[in-house]
């Protein structure tokens, strides 16, 4: 049960250069998301899917791009490396939200998160 | 836009002893489903409960139960004969049509 795979675990990059964070879900979720928590914070969301061709901004978008060309990878590609990056960066993927009496059990499911610094 | 509140920033508990964790929320829609997050060390967000909005029974698992209040708006986790492996970071998180949102986290420290 691979469930959802992010790459790489740990990365760190200097001010300015380029990097694509890798996420892979193998459970056939339509929604996908991408989270970063601060330390000591909470989640943030940057931005989200709810299918392939699809994708919208959450709280904190700025600096960061995504695409979504099939059901299971929803990549992230921060543009323009800064300090402010620095953070850990969660993806994470879940069914269409189940309303009363229908499919889906609503919950988020996770990828172990990608450690993101920037010098 | 949902908001959801954990008031309490840090708690502590005494190994076996009992503890319940806050959770209030702020929405104007009736289909939505309340969750419980554990987050350790590691830092891999671990699903402890669910709570569906349309269900009165509270829900529980094993040594966690919730206390939910669709009036109020409070979704409350009630942890029993605590161990040291509850030891974490604890998120409410609300999720509907329109989105999820997280609370910003109790952490809870577990005392021998």
């Known amino acids: 049960n691979a469930g959802v795979t992010q790459t790489p675990k740990f990365r760190i990059l200097k001010i300015g250069q380029s990097m694509t964070l890798q996420c892979t879900q193998d459970?056939?979720?339509?929604?996908m998301y991408w989270y970063r928590q601060d330390p000591g914070m909470g989640l943030k969301l940057i931005y989200y899917s709810v299918g392939a061709g699809i994708t919208d901004k959450g709280e904190v978008p700025n600096g960061y791009n995504v695409s979504r060309s099939t059901t299971e990878d929803f990549p992230l590609r921060l543009e323009l490396a800064a300090p402010s990056q620095t953070s850990v960066y969660f993806c994470?993927?879940?069914?269409?939200?189940?309303?009363?009496?229908?499919?889906?059990?609503?919950?988020?499911?996770f990828g172990e998160g990608s450690r993101l610094t920037v010098l | 836009a949902q908001t959801v509140t954990q008031s309490q920033p840090e708690m502590s508990v005494q190994e076996a002893e009992t503890v319940t964790l806050s959770c209030t929320y702020d929405t104007s829609e009736s289909d939505y489903y309340l969750f419980w997050y554990k987050q350790p060390p590691s830092r891999q967000m671990i699903l402890v409960i669910r709570q569906e909005a349309y269900k009165q029974q509270n829900a529980t698992e094993n040594r966690f139960s919730v206390n939910f209040q669709k009036a109020a708006k409070s979704f409350s986790l009630k942890i029993s004969d605590s161990q040291l492996g509850d030891a974490a970071m604890y998120f409410c998180a609300y999720r509907s049509a329109r989105g999820v949102r997280f609370g910003a986290g109790t952490r809870l420290t577990v005392k021998p």
């Open positions: 459970m056939n979720h339509n929604y």
């Open positions: 994470a993927s879940s069914y269409s939200m189940g309303l009363a009496g229908g499919s889906g059990t609503g919950e988020l499911f």
